[in-house]
Antibody, heavy 120, light 106 residues
Framework: QVQLVQSGAEVRKPGASVKVSCKASGYPFTSYYIHWVRQAPGQGLEWMGVINPFGDDTTYAQRFKGRVMMTRDTSTGTVYMALSSLKSDDTAVYYC?????????????WGQGTLVTVSS | DIQMTQSPSTLSASVGDRVTITCRASQSISDWLAWYQQKPGKAPKLLIYKASSLESEVPSRFSGSGSGTELTLTISSLQPEDFATYYCQQYNSYPYTFGQGTKLEI
C-alpha cells in the first residue's frame, strides 16, 4: 500500500533552516509527483510546491521562492523539503502528499505531518 | 494566482441534515477541483476530485457539482462522523490553491 512517512518534529530559532524528509513506499517512486502543504496552528491549508521525482523539476508558490528547496533521492525513495530564513509564522505542520494519477491531479496520499516550531 | 473563496466559513447542522458548501474561483477552473475533509490532528482526506468524481470508499452521501467558477459540495444526510472541516482546492494551474475552509459543527 502507498505510504508516506515523514521525519519527526523540529524546533528552530528565527533565521535558521529546517529540512523535512518524506519517505515513499508501495508504488513506483518516480511515477508520481510529491506536493508539500503546510498548516499553521488553527489555520487553513497552504500549498507550497511540488517536485517531479522523475525529472527533479520543481514548481514553488511565489511566496516561498528563494526560501524553499525540494529535492529527491531516487535511491531511497525520499523527498526533502528545506525551508530557510525561518520566521515565527513558519510555525506549522508540514505535509507531503502524493498526487493521485500523475501530473495535474490532486493530492491523494498524505504523510502524517511534521510539526516545525520556530521560536527564540 | 487563482483565489478560492469558500462559504460559509462555519456551518451549524444536525445529524440527518442536508448541507451544501460553495467554492468560488477567481477565474474559471473548469472542473479541476478537489474537496478534502480534515479532522483535528489528522491529514486531509480526499473526498472528491474533478469536481464530481467520488474517491473510492467515500460514502455516496457526499457529492460534488459545478464547473467554471462556482462549485459545490453536498452532504445529503449528515452522519456524526461528518463533523469536520472541509476544504476545496483548485488544481487547474500552479500554484494549487485552497479555499479557507468550512468548519461543519453540530
Amino acid at each position: 500500500q502507498v505510504q508516506l512517512v515523514q521525519s519527526g518534529a523540529e524546533v528552530r530559532k528565527p533565521g535558521a533552516s529546517v529540512k523535512v524528509s518524506c519517505k515513499a513506499s508501495g508504488y513506483p517512486f518516480t511515477s508520481y509527483y510529491i506536493h508539500w502543504v503546510r498548516q499553521a496552528p488553527g489555520q487553513g491549508l497552504e500549498w507550497m510546491g511540488v517536485i517531479n521525482p522523475f525529472g527533479d523539476d520543481t514548481t514553488y508558490a511565489q511566496r516561498f521562492k528563494g526560501r524553499v528547496m525540494m529535492t529527491r533521492d531516487t535511491s531511497t525513495g525520499t523527498v526533502y523539503m528545506a525551508l530557510s530564513s525561518l520566521k515565527s509564522d513558519d510555525t506549522a505542520v508540514y505535509y507531503c502528499a502524493r498526487d493521485y494519477y500523475g501530473s495535474g491531479s490532486p493530492e491523494r496520499y498524505w504523510g502524517q505531518g511534521t510539526l516545525v516550531t520556530v521560536s527564540s | 494566482d487563482i483565489q478560492m473563496t469558500q462559504s460559509p466559513s462555519t456551518l451549524s447542522a444536525s445529524v440527518g441534515d442536508r448541507v451544501t458548501i460553495t467554492c468560488r474561483a477567481s477565474q474559471s477552473i473548469s472542473d479541476w477541483l478537489a474537496w478534502y475533509q480534515q479532522k483535528p490532528g489528522k491529514a486531509p482526506k480526499l473526498l472528491i476530485y474533478k469536481a464530481s468524481s467520488l474517491e473510492s470508499e467515500v460514502p455516496s452521501r457526499f457529492s460534488g457539482s459545478g464547473s467554471g467558477t462556482e462549485l459545490t459540495l453536498t452532504i445529503s444526510s449528515l452522519q456524526p462522523e461528518d463533523f469536520a472541516t472541509y476544504y476545496c482546492q483548485q488544481y487547474n494551474s500552479y500554484p494549487y490553491t485552497f479555499g479557507q475552509g468550512t468548519k461543519l459543527e453540530i
